[in-house]
């Protein structure tokens, strides 16, 4: 089993729509969640770290369940500029190094 | 301005040459990173260090070696051991949680 998973997708959807991504992980000792956003070709930013309480950012909205253990992103009002892969990120503590995801590709089509 | 600078941003090798691949840092930060992504894929990590004359594998080092003499620098050594090299290569830095990039240095052999 991978240590993060994530559909691949595409997940293409109309400008305005909700999104939902989720992410599973498989080490219960995880310490630190985040979704990076990654263009093509391009390298990979920061887009929200993901805490136990849940966390909004404009019209991005992420959530952590450890119990289950995954994390989701919801993306609100889809823009055009939305359109790239979102990396499900994962720190496990021990090594101190981060985990990614494959990544699920958005498409958001006018 | 302070962030990451990875050189070069294409870089094409003969089978059977060693090349190295730059990534130097002025955020200040200790720990620094080398992944490689292919085609589809998420991240996979292959050095990293935490502090200055210590490094450690990641899950795909066969092939590759690293140095860190230098806080400032990573640099990045693919072998001719390595049988399938061509691939993105993004070296990251990071002083708490989150991890900052560069560009990314697209290695095709030839």
């Known amino acids: 089993r991978k240590e993060v998973e994530q559909d691949p997708g595409p997940f293409n959807v109309p400008e305005g729509a909700t999104v939902a991504f989720n992410c599973t992980y498989s080490n219960s000792a995880s310490q630190s969640f985040f979704w990076y956003r990654q263009d093509c070709r391009k390298e990979p930013k920061l887009l929200m770290s993901?805490?136990?309480s849940g966390n909004e950012d404009g019209r991005f909205t992420a959530q952590l369940n450890r119990a289950s253990q995954y994390i989701s992103l919801l993306i609100r009002d889809s823009k055009l500029s939305d359109s790239a892969t979102y990396l499900c990120?994962?720190?496990?503590?021990?090594?101190?190094?981060?985990?990614f995801g494959s990544g699920t590709r958005l498409q958001v089509q006018p | 301005d302070g962030g990451i600078t990875q050189s070069p941003k294409y870089l094409f090798r003969k089978e059977g040459q060693n090349v190295t691949l730059s990534c130097e840092q002025n955020?200040?930060?200790?720990?620094m990173y080398w992944y490689r992504q292919d085609p589809g894929q998420g991240l996979r990590l292959i050095y990293y260090s935490q502090i200055v004359n210590d490094f450690q594998k990641g899950d795909i080092a066969e092939g590759y070696s690293v140095s860190r003499e230098k806080k400032e620098s990573f640099p990045l050594t693919v072998t001719s051991a390595q049988k399938n090299p061509t691939a993105f290569y993004l070296c990251a830095s990071s002083i708490s949680r989150e991890a900052f990039f560069g560009q990314g240095t697209r290695l095709t052999v030839v």
């Open positions: 955020l200040n930060h200790d720990a």
């Open positions: 993901v805490y136990s």
């Open positions: 990120v994962v720190n496990s503590g021990g090594r101190r190094a981060l985990t």
